[in-house]
């Protein structure tokens, strides 16, 4: 069992940065997938960024946000500049142990989410 929980939302401005948390514990492995997906209202949940030994974003999000993680502390990060109302969503931390993949259905692990709000 592996349990993840995401710190680090909040409410910014368009235009403004926000880094978000994603501690993993349990039976973890450094050669896991880990990855953000991230889901509006009214909308479905969406692939947002990914990291096993590289790293993978949708491309909504590239040049913008950048993946991140820390090995020794079980720890992924993303790292959101350039805010746009568009990337208000619950952000949502996930897991699973193997290969890259951007399907929501083959992460075993997910956090409970974190709220972020873009807005003036």
């Known amino acids: 069992q592996v349990r993840l929980v995401e710190s680090g939302g909040g409410l910014v401005q368009p235009g403004g940065s926000l880094r978000l948390s994603c501690a993993a514990s349990?039976?973890?492995?450094?050669?896991?997938?880990m990855a953000w997906f991230r889901q509006a209202p009214g909308k479905e949940r969406e692939f947002v960024a990914a990291?096993?030994?590289?790293?993978y974003y949708a491309d909504s999000v590239k040049g913008r946000f950048t993946i991140s993680r820390d090995n020794a502390k079980n720890t992924v990060y993303l790292q959101m500049n350039s805010l746009k109302p568009q990337d208000a969503a619950v952000y949502y931390c996930?897991?699973?142990?193997?290969?890259?993949?951007?399907?929501?259905?083959?992460?075993?692990?997910w956090g409970q989410g974190t709220q972020v709000t873009v807005s003036s």
């Open positions: 990291i096993r030994w590289s790293t």
């Open positions: 996930a897991y699973r142990v193997g290969p890259y993949s951007n399907y929501e259905g083959s992460y075993d692990y």
């Open positions: 349990g039976r973890t492995f450094s050669s896991s997938t």
